[in-house]
């Protein structure tokens, strides 16, 4: 049995309260779902700057009466601490997700992402101190590796931050630790890579690329690729995400507390090759679409070439082990997709 299967049957057996921040965005409506589905409290707060009501009226239709009823919405914002500390009471452990998390609009606006990642977060971070919760979890990035060429990335090894956005994630990053030594609140910082799933915003002008891909593929529109396409994440789908997360929260092994983990499939995909698989997929539940050619434009100013984790970290102290690889994650996610693109 896995270290996660084992956590979830335990959870099943023992309710705890934990807090999700943004919980009606993409990461964290599946982790308030996946709690919710377990027999968990959950309480949820967010402002609905980005999150959707939508997701929540979603993750509602999935659960039936009695896990829905475990769940408490708080309608507000990080930069208001009263809000913050009034969450956090009674909770055992915050799963920090909320953020602003686009590379272009933290360059457009960056006083805006400083205000929400940097000062929401440190918000949200003494609150948690304040209550005594067991443990606090945020999501990091993989944008904090910047300009440094080594690959795969390894947690302890970064290089320039190439955005503000990956600069208010490196800061999260030294006030947890700060917050560790100075005050003993522990916590565990997961830098995500590319996560894809369900509930990811289709919409918009900085919406993530398989998302947005699709939508383009099932409307018939073209596809863009800003620069040549060689271009190559590593991408993972939502639930080794929450798997993650629920690993981190819990962890008892010596030395896994108090530490930053990438968190991915370990795997590395270009943008065509992305564009090629999600062509296939999307050409096979519906076969009259037609075969196109991507549009290649400009590469993206604060974006990085190349991006694939070490996951071996987070394999030997938090159990985590991927279990969903990109082809199988378009499947799961397809209808999903499908529907969000009508």
């Known amino acids: 049995m896995s270290a996660y299967t084992q956590l979830q049957s335990e959870l099943k057996s023992d309710p705890r309260v934990w807090?999700?921040?943004g919980?009606?965005?993409?990461?964290?409506?599946?982790?308030?779902?996946?709690?919710?589905?377990?027999?968990?409290?959950?309480?949820?707060?967010?402002?609905?700057s980005t999150g959707r009501k939508s997701n929540l009226?979603?993750?509602?239709?999935?659960?039936?009466?009695?896990?829905?009823?475990?769940?408490?919405?708080?309608?507000?914002?990080?930069?208001?601490?009263?809000i913050c500390q009034q969450s956090c009471a009674g909770v055992d452990y915050v799963l920090h997700e909320a953020a602003l998390g686009s590379v272009p609009a933290s360059i457009g606006n960056p006083a805006g992402s400083h205000a929400a990642n940097v000062t929401g977060f440190l918000n949200i971070l003494m609150a948690a101190r304040d209550a005594k919760v067991k443990r606090f979890?945020?999501?990091?990035?993989?944008?904090?590796?910047?300009?440094?060429?080594?690959?795969?990335?390894?947690?302890?090894?970064?290089?320039?931050?190439?955005?503000?956005?990956?600069?208010?994630?490196?800061?999260d990053e030294i006030y947890a630790g700060v917050a560790w030594r100075v005050y003993g609140l522990n916590s565990v910082g997961l830098r995500y890579f590319n996560v894809f799933g369900p509930r990811q915003d289709p919409a918009g002008a900085y919406a993530a690329v398989i998302p947005k891909w699709i939508a383009s593929l099932l409307n018939r529109q073209p596809v863009f690729i800003n620069g040549d396409g060689e271009t190559s994440r590593d991408f993972c789908y939502v639930d080794d995400v929450v798997q993650a997360n629920l690993l981190a929260a819990t962890v008892a092994?010596?030395?896994?507390?108090?530490?930053?983990?990438n968190v991915a499939l370990g795997e590395r995909?270009?943008?065509?090759?992305?564009f090629d698989l999600l062509q296939t997929a999307v050409r096979r539940v519906d076969p009259e679409i037609p075969e196109q050619r991507p549009v290649h434009r400009e590469f993206r100013p604060g974006d990085i070439r190349h991006s694939l984790a070490s996951?071996?970290?987070?394999?030997?102290?938090?159990?985590?082990?991927?279990?969903?690889?990109i082809g199988e994650g378009l499947d799961l996610a397809m209808s999903w997709y499908r529907k969000e693109a009508k």
């Open 137 to 171: 979890v945020y999501a990091s990035s993989s944008a904090v590796y910047g300009d440094d060429p080594q690959l795969p990335k390894v947690e302890d090894k970064i290089g320039n931050a190439l955005s503000p956005y990956a600069a208010t994630k490196l800061m």
């Open 57 to 82: 009226e979603e993750v509602r239709q999935h659960l039936d009466h009695r896990q829905w009823k475990k769940f408490i919405l708080v309608e507000g914002d990080l930069n208001n601490l009263d």
């Open 19 to 21: 807090l999700v921040t």
């Open 269 to 274: 995909t270009t943008l065509n090759e992305l």
């Open 253 to 261: 092994k010596p030395g896994a507390i108090n530490q930053v983990y």
């Open 23 to 48: 919980v009606a965005g993409f990461i964290g409506s599946n982790l308030a779902e996946s709690l919710l589905r377990l027999g968990q409290r959950v309480v949820g707060l967010d402002n609905f």
């Open 311 to 325: 996951i071996d970290k987070a394999r030997q102290l938090l159990e985590y082990h991927p279990a969903c690889r």
